[in-house]
């Protein structure tokens, strides 16, 4: 893996997005290793098209270090 795409924790379930506390609430980002050929398509076809990608296909584990490389 080449890359580290992160974003807003779309992939999560609602309850598992942020946590609010008494004083800041905390927001666990969503973090997914990628190959350089998905980094490059990232950023040809935009973040919207990896993240509509993701969940078209219900990608599981997005950490899996051992996956083969997606294409879209």
């Known amino acids: 893996m080449d890359a580290l795409y992160v974003?807003?924790?779309f992939y999560f379930d609602?309850?598992?997005q942020v946590c609010y506390?008494?004083?800041y609430n905390i927001v666990f980002p969503l973090l997914v290793p990628l190959y350089k050929?998905?980094?490059e398509l990232v950023?040809?076809?935009g973040w919207n098209a990896f993240e509509q990608?993701?969940?078209d296909n219900e990608v599981g584990n997005l950490s899996?270090?051992?996956r083969?490389?997606?294409v879209w």
Do not use: R, V
Request: glycine share 4%; hydrophobic share 35%; charged share 40%.
């Open 21 to 23: 506390g008494e004083h």
């Open 7 to 9: 974003s807003a924790p």
């Open 43 to 45: 950023e040809k076809k």
């Open 64 to 66: 899996d270090m051992n």
């Open 68 to 70: 083969k490389p997606f």
């Open 53 to 55: 990608f993701l969940l």
């Open 14 to 16: 609602d309850d598992f």
């Open 37 to 39: 050929q998905e980094a």
